[in-house]
């Protein structure tokens, strides 16, 4: 069967139709359709069974009202969302956002990228993702435990360790876990791994705090080990401030680079002499405890602060790791003038297209955010294969197994992202890797 030209064009308006305004949801599915619609050209098994189509429709969308008390005695109201997306490979797998930005686009977005990193994993995930428009900034312990409580208070019907299995994402950490953890064990009276990022004491896994960051890094080193290059010296400027950011520095440091830049949603540091062992707990405990804003680092060391995103400042690596579209196709031709030849995403997808593009087209190495931040629910993945078998692993061998899902995520991309010219395009590769073992699935099943 031969496919026309235009056949990504045809394909990316019918996704538009069927899903108006969603813009968010057009731009990942874009980016991936780009790569597979090529590779399937001359594999009529996956069109004639319309695998890719049916991969753009989420299994099933809920939407449901949360009502909350604030600390005043007001009633708020808010809206929650979980997106199963596709559980061809395995349960429904991925975050919970709390922001005011999440809509029913951003969560389709995210669940849609879940499902290619999860199976890139090569662990037994599907992909979904889901969150609510509330804004935990400013609120109460009280008033975050009451908002949870009654998220999960109508998500437990939807969710369980063989269906659906939640975990954190912005705004979500372990404070909130926790409360709709407790929840879901009040309202069910059962004991299971619903939801990973949990307590270490009650279930959780250690090293899954620091698994997204660290993935990110390890992404990063075999990259550059790939093409010949290391991390010593290397200059790395980092967005976010949150969980990602705060262990992506560290490996950072550890594998001898400097941090320069980190940000959150007010403006950037500059730190021109890195963000040294010492810095980067004040971070953390301005950030994460405090939930300060990040202007208060330059205040204390002494450091620049600017409004805005640290893409303007000359760095060799670029490390996203705040949110989506935090890149745009200026931002990236800046980097690439500043000299960045690497960059590896954190956040899910923080690179617009015409920034991707750039990238691609100046040659530098570029880790797209399905395969580089795919260490967070790589170990979601172990903690759920530890509380299902109820022991848990020691820190050095999930260490050891987190740096080892990362490599063969790696060379899994680098092998199907294998050019002509020798250089490799991840984000090819990543796309083609992920599809593979859930369409084969999908085809496997026939037409469900
Ligand atoms: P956190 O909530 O811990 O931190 C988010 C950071 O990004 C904060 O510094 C926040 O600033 C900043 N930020 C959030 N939204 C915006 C925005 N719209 N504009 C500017 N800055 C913003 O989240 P995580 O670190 O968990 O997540 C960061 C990214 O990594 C997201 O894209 C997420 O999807 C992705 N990710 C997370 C994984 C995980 O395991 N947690 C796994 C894989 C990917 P402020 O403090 O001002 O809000
Ligand atoms: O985007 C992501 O991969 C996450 N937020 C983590 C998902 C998970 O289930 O650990």
New binding site residues.
Partial sequence: MTVRADSLERFIAGVQTRNPGETEFHQAVQEVAASIIPYIQDKPQYQEMQILERMAEPDRTIIFRVCWEDDNGNIRVNRGYRVQFNNSIGPYKG?I?F?P?VTSSVLKF?GFEQTFKNSLTGLPMGGGKGGSDFNP?GKSNNEVMRFCQSFMTELHRHIGEDTDVP???????AREIGYMFGQYKRLRNEFVGVLT?KGLEFGGSLI?TE???YGTIYMLENMLQHAGNGMEGKRVAI????????YAAEKVRQLGGSVIT?????GFIYDPDGIDRHKLAYMVEL??VR?G??KDYADEFGVEFHEG?PWNVACDIAVP????N?ISSDEAKLLLSNGCMAVSE?????TELGGIKAFQEAGILFGP?KAA??G??AV?GLEMSQNSSRISWEEDELQELLKNIMKKIHDNCADYGATSNGRVDYLAGANIAGFVKVADAMLAYGVV
């Fill in positions: 975050g956002r922001h930005t995210l900034k975990a954190g994402d912005i705004g979500v950490g990022g899954r698994a997204t960051g967005s976010g401030s949150g969980n990602v950011a705060t980190m940000s959150d949603s007010s950030k994460q939930r804003r990040i995103r790791c705040a949110t989506q935090e954190g956040a899910n997808m923080p955010s931040n795919a967070g629910v979601s």
